[in-house]
């Protein structure tokens, strides 16, 4: 009897060792959200967890350990949109104002998070690194949206930087916090920027009347 119940105690420990794990990644994640990670200390998330701080950092020995699990948490629950739905989309204006609305749907759900990363990016080595995968997907993200622009000459680094600043999270922040657009609007607007930087180079490339050195 004593030799079955072995194999129960073991599942049983490591279950509640998942759920102690689990709970102080999301309490990491509360407090990372609401304070930021550089006002976020250990002895905060084991307080919210209710676990001591020995058992936290039995689970994550330092800081970097800890963000890593917090950050998986999150994003698990917080999922960039899907850059592979928008590469489907042909026509790349129809892309570009699709994307858009996916992405400030998001920025919108997740913006205090963002906003206190972002913020304390230059002070914690651990969210530095973190958000090297967030930056990666917006130059992706990029990339996507100038495909099947047909760009030529000045018009291509024109459309591929209005095309970021319009993913920008600060941008969609400036358009919404401080100049009081709603999301549609923002998504309007910047659908014009992206437009105005590509046909503007037409305007460039019109023949310039003949001077006195050309006759």
């Known amino acids: 009897m004593a030799d079955g119940k072995r194999p129960y105690r073991k599942r049983r420990r490591a279950e509640l060792e ?12 509360e407090l990372h959200g609401t304070v930021g990670p550089s006002r976020t200390s250990f002895s905060a998330v084991a307080e919210r967890a209710g ?26 629950a917080n999922p960039f949109p899907d850059l592979a739905s928008w590469a489907a ?8 104002a699709h994307a858009l609305e996916e992405l ?15 913020r304390d990016e230059d002070t914690v080595p651990a969210v530095e690194h973190q958000l090297r995968g967030f930056r990666d997907y917006l130059a992706a993200a990029c990339d996507v949206l100038v495909r099947g622009r047909k760009l030529r000459g000045h018009a291509r680094p024109r459309v591929h930087a209005a095309t970021g600043h319009a993913l920008s999270f600060s941008t969609w922040r400036s358009l ?10 923002a998504v309007e607007l910047m659908c014009a ?9 037409r305007h460039n490339s019109r023949p310039r009347a003949a001077s006195a050195a050309d006759r």
């Open 51 to 76: 676990v001591r701080r020995s058992t936290l950092y039995r689970h994550f020995p330092d800081e970097a350990a800890l963000f890593a699990a917090c950050s998986a948490h999150w994003l698990a």
């Open 193 to 201: 920027l992206v437009s105005a930087s590509r046909s503007s180079d």
């Open 176 to 185: 919404t916090d401080e100049q009081g657009l709603d999301d549609r609007q």
């Open 104 to 118: 400030y749907a998001y920025y919108r759900q997740t913006d205090q998070m963002l906003a206190n990363l972002l």
């Open 18 to 29: 998942a759920e102690t794990r689990r709970r102080i990644a999301e309490s990491a994640v």
């Open 89 to 96: 989309i042909i026509h790349p204006d129809h892309r570009l």
